[in-house]
């Protein structure tokens, strides 16, 4: 077994791939990860139809950049799983679209579990592990995930009152991180990975 595994780590290293030795947990909490932000971008997307349906505009546009924030979120994680000699399997995402108000709740569930106990625990594995790359796509998940917590309860106050004309409608994410931005005019350069604004997504529709 151990020349086997002696053989197959030489013929990666010649074939230009990373090798990771040690960070096989961290492998496993990057596919968890990338299967669970694959769901969510399809999740915020379906939500985005359901809140237009209704007539929240405002919400449906915060669904659809949260939406795109995930698939970044996704993209990032699978490019880590790829340098470190992994890959990806496919995602079948399962979700139940309900009315607007509660797949806001459904949003804010899963949002609060990413941000205080899934992605806290992959960064300390990560970090454990030397695993440099996934802790960096880790934390720019789970900084993003916490904005997003507070966008959805934002958002179901307003609902709530009656009052969603007054949530905003224009929001940016980079597009190297996922970091979404709620304002009309964001920050001149992304907090969390410095990308310039000119190169931010914006949803206003």
């Known amino acids: 077994m151990k020349v086997r595994r002696t053989i197959s780590l030489i013929l990666m290293l010649l074939t230009g791939i990373t090798v990771y030795a040690g960070s096989e947990k961290t492998m496993e909490n990057l596919k968890a990860a990338f299967k669970g932000e694959s769901t969510a971008l399809a999740k915020y997307a379906a939500f985005a139809e359901q809140a237009r349906k209704e007539g929240f505009v405002p919400i449906a546009i915060l669904f659809n950049a949260t939406s795109r ?7 990032n994680h699978k490019a ?3 340098k470190m000699g992994g890959k990806t399997d496919p995602v079948t995402p399962e979700f139940t679209v309900k009315t607007t108000r509660e797949n806001l709740e459904d949003a804010m569930k899963g949002e609060n579990y990413e941000m205080m106990t899934m992605y806290p625990e992959f960064t ?8 440099s790359d996934a802790l ?3 934390r720019w998940a789970m900084e993003t995930e916490k904005k997003h917590y507070l966008m959805y309860t934002n958002a179901l106050n307003g609902l709530n009152k009656n009052d969603v004309k007054s949530l905003p409608r224009v929001y940016w994410v980079c597009p190297k991180c996922g970091n979404t931005y709620d304002q009309v005019k964001p920050e001149d350069k992304c907090a969390f990975c410095y990308t310039s604004r000119d190169k931010f997504i914006k949803f206003d529709k």
Do not use: T
């Not at 300390?124 to 695993?131: F, G, P, Q």
């Open 69 to 75: 924030a995930e698939a970044i979120h996704a993209m």
């Open 80 to 82: 880590v799983i790829e």
């Open 124 to 131: 300390k594995v990560a970090k454990d592990e030397n695993a």
């Open 136 to 138: 960096k796509s880790f």
